[in-house]
T-cell receptor, first 115, second 114 residues
Framework: EAGVAQSPRYKIIEKRQSVAFWCNPI?????LYWYQQILGQGPKLLIQ????????DSQLPKDRFSAERLKGVDSTLKIQPAKLEDSAVYLC?????????????FGPGTRLTVL | AQSVTQPDIHITVSEGASLELRCNYS??????LFWYVQSPGQGLQLLLK??????LVQGIKGFEAEFKRSQSSFNLRKPSVHWSDAAEYFC????????????FGTGTQLKVEL
């Protein structure tokens, strides 16, 4: 079974530029998550989708971050404009559903460096 | 609000030695508890989880964890560490009231000396 795919794996941009990350979840998984992992910290949930609807985006900085999940499969996370403090690893995860017993499967992440 | 504390940022053990990684949580009720491992350049992998029942939980790769309600702890253990266990370990807590939003600790970096 293929795992969660993410691209690109690495990205370096200047501050105030825009950037987009892509995630392809495990086939059939209804729930998709985007996490931000700053160096030295644990992952922090940015947004959770159930199919193509948003379940939780309470920690998403909506003035600069946006995410979509078209057709309830792939997802993109965009930052515009980027700030220095956005330097982090962005992890995508998916699970069969949103219940507590559903294990979340994580992708390898995209490491973003903002200069 | 729920929170997780991992007091040890770095731990170094010799190969073959036993391991215990500490995790303390703050939650209004008995939470769902998880341990994940993250190897360099890879995503997180679930080692084990506790929902209810037996407080000693067995996981993959020979790991186990014990839930102690009186101490609000969920420490991860392994009797004999292998060099391949070198990685970062995260404890996480999830809500029991519905949903699976996870709150992670800051992680413990494990180094294994040969």
């Amino acid at each position: 079974e293929a795992g969660v795919a993410q691209s690109p794996r690495y990205k370096i941009i200047e501050k105030r530029q825009s950037v987009a990350f892509w995630c392809n979840p495990i086939s059939g998984h209804a729930t998709l998550y985007w996490y931000q992992q700053i160096l030295g910290q644990g992952p922090k949930l940015l947004i959770q989708f159930q199919n193509n609807g948003v379940v939780d985006d309470s920690q998403l900085p909506k003035d600069r971050f946006s995410a979509e999940r078209l057709k309830g499969v792939d997802s993109t996370l965009k930052i515009q404009p980027a700030k220095l403090e956005d330097s982090a690893v962005y992890l995508c995860a998916s699970s069969p559903g949103g219940a507590a017993y559903n294990e979340q499967f994580f992708g390898p992440g995209t490491r973003l460096t903002v200069l | 609000a729920q929170s997780v504390t991992q007091p040890d940022i770095h731990i170094t053990v010799s190969e073959g030695a036993s391991l215990e990684l500490r995790c303390n949580y703050s939650y209004g009720a008995t939470p769902y508890l998880f341990w994940y491992v993250q190897s360099p350049g890879q995503g997180l992998q679930l080692l084990l989880k506790y929902f209810s029942g037996d407080t000693l939980v067995q996981g993959i790769k020979g790991f186990e964890a014990e839930f102690k309600r009186s101490q609000s702890s969920f420490n991860l253990r392994k009797p004999s560490v292998h060099w391949s266990d070198a990685a970062e370990y995260f404890c996480a807590v999830g809500p029991t009231g519905g949903g699976n939003k996870l709150t992670f600790g800051t992680g413990t970096q494990l180094k294994v000396e040969l």
